[in-house]
């Protein structure tokens, strides 16, 4: 068993490091969004589909993972369909 005194000494080093992360997740701040002009965005997709063929399975899906966050799909006649997409 554990003694009274060394317990509290246990609690008191635990708020202790609670109050440290506390203070680090306060610390941190969000990264800003990246905003990218038609044209840039119109060279990157250029690219892509340039070099599609050239990509392997696992890196086609990790650039699509990274550019779309989530695809809505749904029923129309008894097909299934995209029905809009969310990206990053």
Do not use: C
């Amino acid at each position: 068993m554990i003694s009274d005194d060394d317990f509290r000494s246990r609690m008191d080093e635990e708020r202790n490091r609670e109050v440290e992360v506390k203070n680090q997740i306060q610390s941190f701040k969000p990264q800003e969004e990246v905003h990218a002009d038609l044209t840039d965005i119109k060279y990157v997709l250029i690219d892509i589909k340039r070099n599609w063929s050239e990509l392997e399975d696992t890196e086609k899906k990790a650039l699509v993972q990274s550019i779309v966050k989530q695809v809505h799909v749904g029923y129309i006649e008894k097909v299934l369909t995209a029905e809009s997409v969310d990206y990053h």
